[in-house]
Every structure is written in structure tokens, then in C-alpha cells.
């Protein structure tokens, strides 16, 4: 079929309209405008950083570290989780979904799966053949801001997240991250997942050729300020409960050194003693933030026509908390060096980034219980409770209350205690043709009774509703809870206890780095800091309640996307400028 030439002349133009205004609308329409928007926002979490630190110690900081967070951007005071079961993963996966436990899944670090019967990690993949061993997000159940980041730019971002601790790194970030690496204290690098991607990048193969973990050896770490009165400021160098980390010693100076074992078959385990010692001392918060760096120029973040999102997550803390106690020298200490970190990490970003062009937020996945022995020395009713409670001692008790004189049955599964959640062997309760609700109930009032205890929990009473009686404390424990993941039984302790063996300060061989813990509602475990800077933030010190679960919807306004789908906690009031 011929056409005239004005016809053929005016269907061609039609086409060609067509064809264009498509092409606009497939190239255009998904992407929000980004136009005002700043290059880089950044996700600083220091684990194990208590609320108060930085309020009580500000006088001893520097300029340009914490202090310019808290003048130049919003300081939040009164921050608290508002759920029970304060552990690492549950914090960083709350942190970036903006939900509690009850709706992402990860209830803790670790827990008993029924699924494949085993106890599994938060990083664990489900039991299928193709993805075993390869770890990561699997058992979170709700996006992340990088995801919703990720979608909503049509991965045209990036998502970088770094941490010494694996479950921090891998629970920040994305599903679909540009780059995710911890650090592996077996050899001494920073790693990745197969999850990711099947090599890593050649940046950190390059940093990791540098072994700039190994620049500590045969050195000690020392205080940071030789000036300062550390015992005025914290308390004595050796309070006898304290920890001795890998072969550091009780007091300062801490010696990085490879272990004493003189086995021949143990030489991997004597090179791991030392780059443990480092991750175990602030120098681990040092290596990790040159490893930032490094992302940050290599993958030019910040650099490109959208916005990317970069989450760190400085560990060390943690480890120095649980092994000498918050109200240790070692811990005032590292938070004085992570004032400075932070200042060295603010001026790098100044002059790579440029002022005006990223966000800063900074928070904690959990605080931590003063040792037990200092608590009561202060005089409070303190102490440390045999985490026997929640496995031997259980099964004695059920036994004695369901079987006749002198029978036994495996009550529990998952007798590795890692939690303070109980699971029941379902298959003795069908055995032995009990409700379970009334096990849960027998035990429950059982633990009610026990010293330390605060109140047990069952698994059929936190799946009902909540009521206008309900207490706050029930609460948080509901906040906690996933029917997927968790136990049949769970304990609150009572303020200033944790489960611990008893005598833990009389051998001191036997727990040398494990003398404090965190994970119970009470506000020495629930508060964190929270600060937030960047271009339209508004600066000031506000001291009204807040959940750190914002922190999702402060970035997601910060990048221009929406908040995570199972986001339940909005913005602040008033933090942005409009």
C-alpha cells in the first residue's frame, strides 16, 4: 500500500512523537527527582554505645567529633528500643527497617529453628541445598531502607555496608548491596559472602594485601590521654570482676600479642589470639574506619549524579564493654578515641564529599548492664544468675512436676543456651499428651519464684492482643517476639542481673572476655544516643522520647525515597527543615 506524501509525511511525525514520548516516559518516570538532594548519606553505629556516654563524658571530648554533632545537627537524648530482647542483630536490623522484632524476624543473635531443628545465626540462610553455608539477609523478614533506596532508584545507588561483625555488616545493608564486608579474625581480612558477590572487590583485595591489621603487634594499647584522671572520670584500673580479653591483661597497658599455646597444632588459633586482641581494643574501630575510607574513594561514593547510602558499624566497643564493664577505664577510653574517630571521620567527608552534600546519623544497637559486682557496690540489689536456670534446672523441675518419682524426658531443644528463650521438645509434650499451654504456664510461674527473676513470659500469652492492662513491660516482650522464631518461655531478669556463672570472678581463666552482657527492657540496655546532621537538619538538643526505629524513616527523607514498607515509626517532629 502507497501512501501521499503529506499522509505519509504525518504518520511518520506520529511515529516518531510516539516513539520519543515512550522512550521519556520509561527513562523518566520511575526516578524521583533527586534535584537538592544530597550525594551521600551515612549510617554510623557504634555497638554497645550507651545513651549516657556522651552526655557524661561531652566535657572530655575534643572538637569536631561528637561536640559538632551535637551543635551542628540533632541531638536526641532520651532514645530508647522500645522492645525487650536488646541484642546486636535484632538493634542493626531495627535500626535500618524501622520495625521491631515482632515484624523483621530477627529476634536475637542467634536462635533455635524448627524449621531445619537446628540453632542458627541471624545470618543463616534456610535449610535449601543450592544456598548453604553462604550467608546472609535470609532471615530478615522486612526491607531496609537501602532496599527501598534500591527500588526506588532502580539500583541506580549504591549501598555499601562495613562492619567488623558480621551480622552487623549483613543486616544494615541491602539484599541486593553494592558491596557488604566484615573482617575475619581467623586471617586477619576484611570478607564478603557469596550472597553478594563470588570475589571480592579488587579495592579491598588491595587493602587487604596492605595487612594494615598487622601494624599493631608486639605494641600495646595505652590510654588515649596520659593526662587525664581516668579513675575520677570512671573507676579503678582493676576491679577484680573485670576480663582479660585474648591475653591482654586486667589494667592497661593491653599487650597485642599471638597466644601462649604451645601445641604446634594450634598456631591458627595463636594468630587469631592477636587480630581478636585488635578487634578487642579501639585499634579494630581505627582499621575499620581506613577501611571506609577506602570504600568511600573507590567506589566514589557521593560522587555520582544520585545518592548512595553507606552504613558502618564500629563493633570494638561491644567487645571492650563485655570485657571489662561499661564503667571501666577501657571503656571510657574507647569512647574518648571514638570521639576522635568520629572527628577524623567528618573532616574526610568534608573534603571528599564536600559539607553541604551528605547526612550523618549516628546511634547504638544496644546498651549494657554495669557489672554486677559494681552495681552493688553503688548499692543496688545486683547479681549474676546461673544460666542453668534455663536448661538442667528447667528440665529438673518439669520432670518433678509431670513424671513420676525418678522419670526423666527430654523437655528441651536447643540446650546450648545462647538466649532467654526456652523451647520445648514438642515431640515429648505429644509423648506424654500435654497442653502445652499448660507447660508453658507450670514453668512460667516456676521461674517467677526463681532469685533474679523479674517475670517469665509464655508463648501463648504473647500471642494474644494486647489489652488496656497490659503492662509496658509485656509490652516490650510482645515487641520481641516472632511466632517463626521464638521460644515457649521467656525470662526478664530483674534490674542489675544477668544470666553469668556465679563465680565468674573467681575464674577468671574461664570467661576472660565475657564479664558484662546486655539484652533485658531496662533503660541501661534500651537507651542509645541518636544524632543527626546534615543540610536541612535542625540543629539542637531535644529531649523528648524517640525510638531509634526512626532512624529508617530519618534516612529514608535524607536519601528521597520512602521509608521500608514495615516502617512503624515515623520522623521526629520538627528534625527537618521543610
Avoid at 465 to 476: A, D, G, I, P
Wanted: hydrophobic letters at 35%.
Amino acid at each position: 500500500m502507497r501512501y501521499s506524501r503529506p499522509l505519509a509525511v504525518a504518520l511518520g511525525l506520529f511515529i516518531a512523537v510516539s516513539i520519543g514520548a515512550y522512550w521519556y516516559a520509561r527513562q523518566s518516570t520511575p526516578s524521583p527527582d533527586i534535584s537538592g538532594k544530597p550525594k551521600l548519606v551515612v549510617l554510623v553505629v557504634f555497638d554497645q554505645m550507651r545513651g549516657d556516654y556522651i552526655k557524661k563524658w561531652q566535657p572530655l571530648f575534643g572538637d569536631g567529633g561528637f561536640k559538632r554533632l551535637q551543635t551542628e545537627g540533632a541531638w536526641y537524648t532520651n532514645c530508647h528500643y522500645p522492645y525487650a530482647y536488646t541484642l546486636t542483630a535484632a538493634g542493626h536490623s531495627s535500626l535500618v527497617t524501622g520495625t521491631t522484632p515482632s515484624r523483621h524476624g530477627v529476634i536475637a543473635n542467634e536462635w533455635y529453628d524448627r524449621a531445619s531443628s537446628k540453632n542458627i545465626q541471624s545470618t543463616t540462610p534456610p535449610p535449601q541445598e543450592e544456598i548453604r553455608d553462604v550467608a546472609g539477609p535470609h532471615r530478615r523478614k522486612s526491607e531496609s531502607v537501602g532496599d527501598s533506596l534500591l527500588r526506588t532508584l532502580l539500583s541506580k545507588a549504591r549501598v555499601v555496608s562495613l562492619s567488623i561483625k558480621e551480622r552487623a555488616a549483613i543486616l544494615m545493608a541491602a539484599l541486593r548491596a553494592h558491596a557488604c564486608y566484615w573482617f575475619n579474625p581467623a586471617n586477619g581480612r576484611f570478607v564478603t559472602s557469596p550472597y553478594y558477590r563470588p570475589e571480592p572487590h579488587s579495592w579491598v583485595n588491595a587493602f587487604n594485601k596492605k595487612k594494615l591489621a598487622d601494624q599493631w603487634l608486639g605494641k600495646n594499647w595505652e590510654r588515649f590521654d596520659a593526662k587525664l584522671d581516668y579513675v575520677k572520670h570512671s573507676g579503678p584500673d582493676d576491679f577484680a570482676p573485670e576480663g582479660t580479653g585474648y591475653h591482654q591483661g586486667q589494667t592497661f597497658p593491653h599487650a597485642f600479642q599471638y597466644g601462649k599455646d604451645k601445641d604446634p597444632k594450634k598456631k591458627a588459633a595463636n594468630i587469631q589470639n592477636y587480630y581478636d586482641a585488635v578487634t578487642n581494643s579501639p585499634m579494630g574501630n581505627e582499621l575499620l574506619l581506613e577501611f571506609a575510607k577506602t570504600a568511600i574513594v573507590a567506589e566514589k561514593l557521593g560522587q555520582s549524579d544520585t545518592v548512595d547510602l553507606l552504613c558502618i558499624s564500629f563493633t570494638s566497643n561491644d567487645y571492650i564493654g563485655h570485657t571489662w564493664g561499661p564503667d571501666s577505664q577501657e571503656v571510657l577510653d574507647v569512647t574518648l578515641r571514638s570521639d576522635a574517630l568520629m572527628k577524623d571521620l567528618l573532616t574526610f567527608l568534608d573534603d571528599k564529599v564536600g559539607k553541604e552534600n551528605y547526612y550523618l546519623a549516628v546511634s547504638a544497637d544496644h546498651g549494657v548492664c554495669p557489672l554486677p559486682e559494681f552495681a552493688a557496690k553503688k548499692g543496688k540489689v545486683a547479681g549474676r544468675v546461673d544460666p542453668e536456670l534455663l536448661t538442667s534446672k528447667a528440665e529438673t523441675f518439669l520432670n518433678k512436676a509431670f513424671l513420676p518419682e525418678g522419670k526423666t524426658a527430654p523437655w528441651l531443644v536447643q540446650m546450648k543456651r545462647s538466649n532467654s528463650w526456652v523451647y520445648f521438645n514438642y515431640a515429648t509434650l505429644k509423648e506424654l499428651n500435654l497442653r502445652q499451654e499448660d507447660v508453658e504456664r507450670a514453668l512460667a510461674d516456676w521461674y517467677n519464684q526463681q532469685p533474679g527473676v523479674e517475670h517469665a513470659f509464655t508463648r501463648s500469652e504473647l500471642l494474644r492482643e494486647e489489652t488496656k492492662e497490659s503492662t509496658e513491660l509485656f509490652r516490650q516482650v510482645q515487641r520481641s517476639f516472632h511466632p517463626d522464631c521464638s521460644g515457649d518461655v521467656m525470662i526478664i531478669l530483674k534490674q542489675y542481673h544477668m544470666f553469668s556463672p556465679p563465680n565468674i570472678a573467681k575464674n577468671p581463666a574461664k570467661h576472660p572476655n565475657y564479664r558484662a552482657t546486655h539484652g533485658m527492657p531496662h533503660p541501661y540496655d534500651t537507651h542509645v544516643p541518636l544524632l543527626v546532621m546534615g543540610p536541612r537538619i535542625q540543629p539542637g538538643v531535644r529531649d523528648e522520647r524517640v525510638v531509634p526505629q526512626s532512624m529508617a524513616s530519618i534516612l529514608a527523607e535524607a536519601l528521597g525515597v520512602p521509608r521500608p514498607e514495615a516502617a512503624t515509626y515515623p520522623l521526629p517532629a520538627g528534625l527537618f527543615k521543610r
